[in-house]
C-alpha cells in the first residue's frame, strides 16, 4: 500500500465516464424516447399523490423492469411523534419495493430494475439533485446498473444519468453471489 495519500485518491476515469456515457445512450435507444417520455410524464402525475405532510416535497417514481413492466412509487412522510422522530419512505424506493410485490423478482430475477424516472421541484436548472443516497443503494439493490432519468413537475426530461455515474463504487448483488 501507498504511504501517500495522494496515491490513494479515487475519481472515477475518463475511460470510465465514456463507457458509462455510451451505456446510457445504448439504454435510451434500447428503451426508446417515447416510452422515456411517457415514465417522465407518469412520474409527474403520480408525484401529485405523494403524502408530504412534514417537508411538503412531493416526489413520484416510476421504475421499468427487465420484464417492461412498470411501477409507480411516492414518498409518504409520517410524523410517528410518539417514536421520537418522523419517517419517510422515499419514491424511488416505493417504486422498486411495488415492482417486489408485482413479482419482478420470480419475472427477471433479482437484478430487474432497468430504468428509475422521478419527478421532484429540483428536477431542473443548474442546481438540480437527483436520488438521495439511500434510493441509489434501493437502485442497487435490484440491478448493477440502471437509467437514472430525472424529471422536472410537469414531466419533461431534464436529465439522463446512471445509477453507476451517481454512485460509482456501489454494493451490489454481484458483491453478495446473486444472479
Keep these: 500500500m501507498s504511504e501517500r495519500l495522494e496515491d490513494l485518491i479515487y475519481t472515477p476515469s475518463l475511460q470510465e465516464i465514456e463507457e458509462q456515457t455510451a451505456w446510457i445512450e445504448s439504454q435510451i435507444s434500447e ?23 412534514l417537508s411538503g416535497y412531493l416526489v413520484g417514481s416510476v421504475v421499468l423492469t427487465k420484464s417492461g413492466d412498470t411501477y409507480e412509487g411516492v414518498n409518504v412522510e409520517i410524523d410517528v411523534a410518539p417514536l421520537g422522530s418522523p419517517y419517510a419512505i422515499h419514491a424511488e424506493g416505493s417504486g422498486i419495493w411495488n415492482s417486489v410485490v408485482g413479482g419482478e423478482v420470480q419475472k427477471s430475477g433479482r437484478r430487474f430494475v432497468k430504468a428509475i424516472t422521478v419527478s421532484h421541484l429540483e428536477g431542473s436548472g443548474e442546481n438540480w439533485s437527483g436520488p438521495c443516497g439511500i434510493c441509489l443503494q434501493d437502485g442497487y439493490e435490484f440491478s448493477d446498473n440502471a437509467l437514472v432519468v430525472i424529471a422536472d413537475v410537469d414531466g419533461n426530461i431534464q436529465h439522463i444519468t446512471s445509477l453507476r455515474i451517481l454512485m460509482p463504487r456501489p454494493f451490489t448483488p454481484t458483491h453478495l453471489g446473486i444472479e
Aim: net charge positive.
Design 31 to 53: 428503451i426508446g424516447k417515447p416510452r422515456l417520455y411517457e415514465m417522465a410524464k407518469r412520474a409527474s402525475e403520480v408525484r401529485r399523490g405523494a403524502s408530504a405532510a
